[in-house]
T-cell receptor, first 111, second 114 residues
Framework: KQEVTQIPAALSVPEGENLVLNCSFTDSAIYNLQWFRQDPGKGLTSLLLIQSSQREQTSGRLNASLDKSSGRSTLYIAASQPGDSATYLC??????????FGGGTRLMVKP | DVKVTQSSRYLVKRTGEKVFLECVQDMDHENMFWYRQDPGLGLRLIYFSYDVKMKEKGDIPEGYSVSREKKERFSLILESASTNQTSMYLCASYGVRGDTDTQYFGPGTRLTVL
């Protein structure tokens, strides 16, 4: 059974810092990996999806990398802003695009 | 833009009541999912559906059932609500056509069972 770990569980940084959020998973037989953002009490917003054949994806200040063989993905956030404060969830997708979620990294960016 | 809507943002029910949570997507997606989210346990899959009238159990189906009579609508049913079903319920969908496997989520329903 796929198990997903996200480190750190919580992070507090001053505005402007570049950030690294880590995700590791135990079963490398994945089809894709998705990163989500969740604001308190709200649903999930998809940030990036990396197919298993890809190494990375970029959207604006966000860059996600995938090392499938070692079971790792990293989300880089450049020049962090207070509006980036949220919980970030990593979810590798197996057969049928079944997602397994990590526990999330709760990010706070202070002005 | 894909839109996934859920019938209620907040719901309060009594133990033993039958509860219906509705989810509607507007992008003709074949696949729909129901998750629950609890502190310390993360998101867990309850049920999913690959097509109309098709349903498959997820990781924690006990105490729940689902209905998919139309492609755009996926309902989660709590036959007899219990306090341990107090949770945030999230619906998601994705389509098999197109160039992405992105799952799109609704805003969530916060259910409290008293």
């Amino acid at each position: 059974k796929q198990e997903v770990t996200q480190i750190p569980a919580a992070l507090s940084v001053p505005e402007g810092e570049n950030l690294v959020l880590n995700c590791s998973f135990t079963d490398s037989a994945i089809y894709n990996l998705q990163w989500f953002r969740q604001d308190p009490g709200k649903g999930l917003t998809s940030l990036l999806l990396i197919q298993s054949s890809q190494r990375e994806q970029t959207s604006g200040r966000l860059n996600a990398s995938l090392d499938k063989s070692s079971g790792r993905s990293t989300l880089y956030i450049a020049a962090s802003q207070p509006g980036d404060s949220a919980t970030y969830l990593c979810a590798p997708g197996g057969a049928g695009n079944m997602l397994t979620f990590g526990g999330g990294t709760r990010l706070m960016v202070k002005p | 833009d894909v839109k996934v809507t859920q019938s209620s943002r907040y719901l309060v029910k009594r133990t033993g009541e039958k509860v219906f949570l509705e989810c509607v997507q507007d992008m003709d997606h074949e696949n729909m999912f129901w998750y629950r989210q609890d502190p310390g346990l993360g998101l867990r899959l309850i049920y999913f559906s690959y097509d109309v009238k098709m349903k498959e159990k997820g990781d924690i189906p006990e105490g729940y059932s689902v209905s998919r009579e139309k492609k755009e609508r996926f309902s989660l049913i709590l036959e007899s609500a219990s306090t341990n079903q107090t949770s945030m319920y999230l619906c998601a969908s994705y389509g098999v056509r197109g160039d992405t496997d992105t799952q799109y989520f609704g805003p969530g329903t916060r259910l409290t069972v008293l």
